[in-house]
């Protein structure tokens, strides 16, 4: 057995069968990652035997399940090396997360005439947050430009900072080329002017070992349905003085620590970020989900899935018939196309083979343009993808080459 298939666990992940119980070749991780059955155990003994709401009951259950929530908040801090466990505000996603800072923060601290730098390759959860605030506050978005090989140009950034550069977000790594970030040369680079770095981490955080005091960034934001986790949670990272300093993003229960009509007072962070019954059984599930992935130890993970994605290139390339797109040294991710076939073309050909890519602008309209392709086929790897995912693809690939002729 070859050194990339023992980190592969298929068997660990119901998901990856077909209805009929036949191999199931996922190639769509970065749209979301398929959930081993401890998480899935997790979040049904959750919704089960031990359920009830948190931060509330007296009764036992319910102090039970708040230990357990508080617990999920705990792990994520440590697997991020986050300086304290308040520092983590559990989100829906990465989406929330962004459009939190964008409005608790964005819309508080930023005037007309700011500045605000964004990137080519950037998720439109990276942009449309900050198109919102800039409309309502009169700041400007900078788009820093991308190397010859779609890399963010930090150069280009460098040259682009000015004093009133209050904000640079920047994908960790990017959802549709798999390029890594030098995050920390980007945040030094930010803060040289002053400003605050936000990165988003939603596909990095299940590839990447992530430590927020090396990073030295201000926000980090992700999902936890792509780190094996369930949808419905994620996490907002943010330093403890920026958070302390940031006023409520919505109102509403446990976000307060004093309501009368003559006025309210907010609680600390987290909880102020956090209104309303929170995802309870998601955080417990994506507990889950990092203690798996940590078993394995990102590290690993990030090397199993660049090793596939260089050996994907490798294969694509020998066809003589796809274009590349992105760096050849990448995350798992690898975006393609196929000669004189349109991607939503070759993703129904591969998916009567049980092959599942993605084929589509994959939320980075801006970074289509600059590609100057409407679409691409994407394939994305996981912890448990192997070299008989990339053979499926490969053999879908040729059968998709006869038919077109
Ligand atoms: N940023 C990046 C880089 C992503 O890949 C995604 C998900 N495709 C998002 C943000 C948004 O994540 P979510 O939809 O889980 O909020």
Redesign the pocket.
């Known amino acids: 057995m070859s050194e990339l298939a023992t980190l592969s666990r298929k068997t660990d992940f119901p998901g990856l069968l077909t209805s009929e119980g036949a191999p199931w070749y996922y190639l769509d991780t ?3 990652a398929q959930k081993p059955q401890a998480v899935i155990d997790a979040m049904s003994r959750a919704l089960g035997r031990d359920y009830a709401t948190v931060h509330r009951g007296v009764y036992g259950r319910s102090a039970h399940m708040t230990l357990a929530y508080e617990a999920a908040r705990r792990r994520v801090a440590q697997f991020i090396g986050a300086g304290s466990e308040n520092e983590i505000v559990f989100v ?7 459009n939190l800072v964008a409005s608790s923060w964005g819309m508080t601290r930023l005037t007309a005439g700011d500045r605000i730098v964004l990137s080519t390759l ?5 942009i449309v947050p900050w198109q919102m605030v800039a409309e309502r506050t009169g700041a400007v978005i900078d788009v820093c430009p991308l190397t010859e090989d779609h890399r963010i140009d930090l150069g280009a950034l460098e040259a682009m900072l000015t004093p009133r550069t209050k904000l640079v977000s920047l ?5 549709v080329l798999g390029s890594v970030l030098d995050a920390r040369t980007a945040a030094d680079l930010a803060h040289s002017v002053g400003a605050k770095i936000l990165l ?4 990095a955080a299940p590839r990447m070992t992530l430590d927020m005091a090396a990073l030295d960034c201000d926000f980090y ?6 780190l094996y986790g369930p ?1 419905g949670i ?1 996490v907002l990272w943010a330093r403890e003085d920026i958070l302390d300093a940031m006023p409520p993003y919505q109102g509403g229960g446990a976000m307060i620590e004093k309501v009368s009509f003559e006025g309210t007072t907010y609680a600390p962070p987290p909880q102020r970020f956090e209104a309303g019954t929170p995802m309870i059984t998601e955080a417990i599930a994506l507990h889950a989900a990092i203690d798996y992935v940590d078993a394995i130890g990102p590290d690993a993970l990030f090397a199993h899935e660049a090793a596939l994605a260089a050996q994907l290139r490798e294969e694509l390339r020998r066809t003589n018939a796809v274009t590349l797109f992105g760096p050849e040294e990448s995350a798992g991710i690898v975006s393609f196309a196929l000669e004189g076939v349109h991607p939503h073309d070759l993703g129904t050909i591969l998916d009567e083979e049980n092959v599942a890519i993605r084929a589509g602008h ?3 309209q801006p970074l289509m343009e600059h590609l100057g392709v409407p679409a691409t086929a994407r394939a994305s790897f996981g912890l448990y993808s192997d070299e008989n995912d990339i053979a499926a693809l490969m053999r879908g690939i040729e059968r998709t080459r006869r038919i077109f002729g």
């Open positions: 970065a749209a979301t829906r996603g990465a989406t929330e997360a962004i950037e998720h439109h959860s990276n994908a960790h790594v990017s959802n988003d981490g939603c596909q934001a992700f999902s936890g349905h792509k949808t994620g994959h939320c980075a």
